[in-house]
């Protein structure tokens, strides 16, 4: 079965920046479009990233996304860290029969 | 476009979890997929199952045998119903818009605890 691994956590000062990988398990992830969502404790998840690398209107660009097929991984990449981007972050994707699946989730702390 | 869950707070083992999920300001029967993700206290999201307005249905295959989810257009919401629950049901419930492989609008959530 297809599998999305995260980081459990990684850490980063104000101002710098910050990846988070998504490893797929076996397969391609380039496959399928990753997602990434930012969820803050007590709200719902919120979308930063869909189709791999696209932005929704309202996310700063300091957010990114990639992929790279010869790790076949996904990352989120975020610049000029703010102490509001503490949250965790979710990698999602789909497998082969069109079911959903989520990594881990990676706790990002901003110290 | 809004979405709302309601339901019960607290259902025994071996009982159903029945929940509804409210859209607003958007007809269902428009298009997209509509989803049904939940997540453990201090645990990671987990996706439950997809449905189409035409009542197609995409389950997670760990669920499925104890899941239906249903859509009631004239309403304009769906409906997720797990049967057999036990403490591992228990979990914030979330329903969602799925628009082309991406969840664009969320609900709050709704907390469902499994207990006697």
């Known amino acids: 079965n297809f599998m999305l691994t995260q980081p459990h956590s990684v850490s980063e000062s104000p101002g710098k920046t910050v990846t988070i990988s998504c490893t797929g398990s076996?397969?391609?992830?380039?496959?399928?479009?990753v997602q990434w969502y930012q969820q803050r404790p007590g709200s719902a998840p919120t979308i930063v990233i869909y189709?791999?690398?696209?932005?929704p209107s309202g996310v700063p660009d300091r957010f990114s996304g990639s992929i790279d097929s010869s790790s076949n991984s996904a990352s989120l990449t975020i610049s000029g860290l703010k102490t509001e981007d503490e949250a965790d972050y979710y990698c999602q994707s789909y497998d082969s029969t069109n079911h959903v699946l989520f990594g881990g989730g990676t706790k990002l702390t901003v110290l | 476009v809004q979405l709302r869950e309601s339901g019960p707070g607290l259902v025994k083992p071996s009982e159903t979890l029945s929940l509804t999920c409210n859209v607003s300001d958007y007809s269902i029967s428009s298009g997209y997929y509509w989803v049904w993700i939940r997540q453990p206290p201090g645990k990671g999201l987990e996706w439950i199952g997809s449905?189409?307005?035409?009542?197609?249905?995409f389950y997670n295959p760990s669920l499925s045998s104890r899941l239906t989810m249903s859509v009631d257009t004239s309403k304009n919401q769906f409906s997720l119903r797990l049967r057999s629950v036990t403490a591992a049901d228990t979990a914030v419930y979330y329903c969602a818009r799925d628009r082309e492989y991406h969840f664009d609008y969320w609900g709050q959530g709704a907390l469902v605890t499994v207990s006697a």
């Open positions: 076996s397969g391609s992830i380039a496959s399928n479009y």
């Open positions: 449905i189409y307005h035409s009542g197609r249905t």
């Open positions: 189709e791999n690398k696209q932005r």
